[in-house]
């Protein structure tokens, strides 16, 4: 299995050699509005993708993935982009508003299913504390399962709450895909993960790789990667993060986790 | 043809399946001392190799091509982790060492030849201005062409110089992967490509790729990829400039350059 880190919470995931696009935000640094409310108001993305991307390439994935359909994970570059026919899994509550962007394959993951060969179940999430998660609307993760492949979940835009550690308890995965960032608006808390709450992740799953995204390319996400290593490395934790530059591929075989 | 970037000025380059380790630096960040002499004195690597890199893989390359010897290129950690039989291909000035290194497989390129299919020439650079190149020793450059593939030039480390000139007047290489940074010590000017230096490069060779490494990894070397991009920018360049995150494989295919 191979994730490659695009840039924010957008992902190439080649599993059993199918290619999964998931959350597509593809627009050109500077060419998007700050999210308001946040601070710093920079326009966004941050940073333009990264070298190694063709965008066409994109076009012939297999299915796009969508935790959740907020601009920074579902932009207008993208849909654009996605030829009309493109598989596209997303949560039920998003389904109307893929159809109304003019995709005609829309599938609804409401519990589990299985395409191809790979198992895709949806986990819950939490986008901020309290009432701030039913602000932000409903969003998702995923977790894929495939036969002599790592188990994959893919956290979606969540803080660190029971949801999480369930879907941690039920797929033991192998590798969990966190996105980080610690966005926030000025008041509220965190929408995303913190470093506390990827060290808890840590703490909770420490047979797993634990990858994190969703840093340094969106206004609201103001936790850097030096500084997540380096609070991570100090509680003696570090070995089990990876946390890509944009544009890494990183392969996860099922050997390393079965020596664990 | 793909050229991956490690970090600094090490390269993964695959050529008609050819697998060459260019300037192997695989220390740990943090752990070799800073170049005297410079500033700020921090000890480098600056950054850690990137998450997608296990060090094994290099275990297996086809061969290893260096430009010079100098630590930042050819490092402890590399010389400790290559088998002795590894192929090397270097400067004639440093085959003795690069034996006394313990390698067994030595093969000095005065000037050309040919090797699994793929023709190397070595290229002459200058590694300061002025005094300073000599006193910096002897650098060299490569270009890699094989039939049905882009033809690479990688300039090692140089400033911008009639010897890198003559080597794109001669070659018209597709792709020209500069060593950059703009290092230098206090005083002496630069030792490798300033912004200014590339904006050169783009505009001699306006219909090749230019592919800037050789940036914030090391101690002394100022120019930060942002920067760069920016200065390039602003003269309205940037179209063939490619400055790729630590980590990220870049492919280049012949018919892009057909088309030019």
Not at 34 to 49: F, I, R
Not at 57 to 77: C, I, N
Not at 128 to 149: H, I, R, T, W, Y
Request: hydrophobic share 40%; glycine share 6%.
């Amino acid at each position: 299995m191979r994730v490659q880190l695009i840039r924010h919470a957008t992902l190439l995931v080649s599993i059993k050699g199918i290619r999964f696009l998931v959350d597509p935000m593809l627009s050109a640094a500077g060419t998007l509005d700050p999210s308001p409310g946040t601070v710093p108001q920079n326009k966004n993305p941050l940073v333009e993708l990264p070298q190694c991307v063709r965008l066409e390439t994109f076009q012939s994935v297999d299915a796009v993935l969508l935790t959740h359909t907020h601009r920074d994970h579902w932009d207008d570059t993208a849909i654009r982009l996605l030829p009309p026919t493109m598989p596209i899994f997303c949560q039920p509550e998003d389904s109307l508003k893929i159809i109304d962007d003019g995709f005609k394959n829309v599938t609804p993951v409401n519990d589990t299913l299985t395409w191809n060969g790979i198992e895709l179940t949806r986990t819950s999430a939490k986008h901020g504390v309290g009432e701030m998660a039913d602000k932000m609307g409903p969003v998702s993760g995923f977790v894929l399962e495939a036969e002599n492949e790592p188990t994959l979940y893919i956290t979606g835009d969540t803080v660190w709450c029971d949801e999480v550690r369930e879907a941690y308890d039920q797929k033991r995965p192998d590798v969990i895909v966190a996105f980080a960032g610690a966005a926030a608006f000025t008041s509220g808390g965190p929408i995303t993960m913190t470093a506390e709450h990827i060290r808890r992740l840590c703490e909770i799953a420490p047979k797993s790789r634990i990858m994190a995204v969703h840093l340094e390319a969106w206004n609201h996400c103001s936790l850097l990667r030096r500084d997540l290593r380096s609070y991570i490395h100090d509680t003696g934790m570090g070995e089990q993060l990876v946390i890509p530059n944009d544009g890494e591929t990183i392969e996860f075989r099922c050997a390393e986790f079965a020596e664990l």
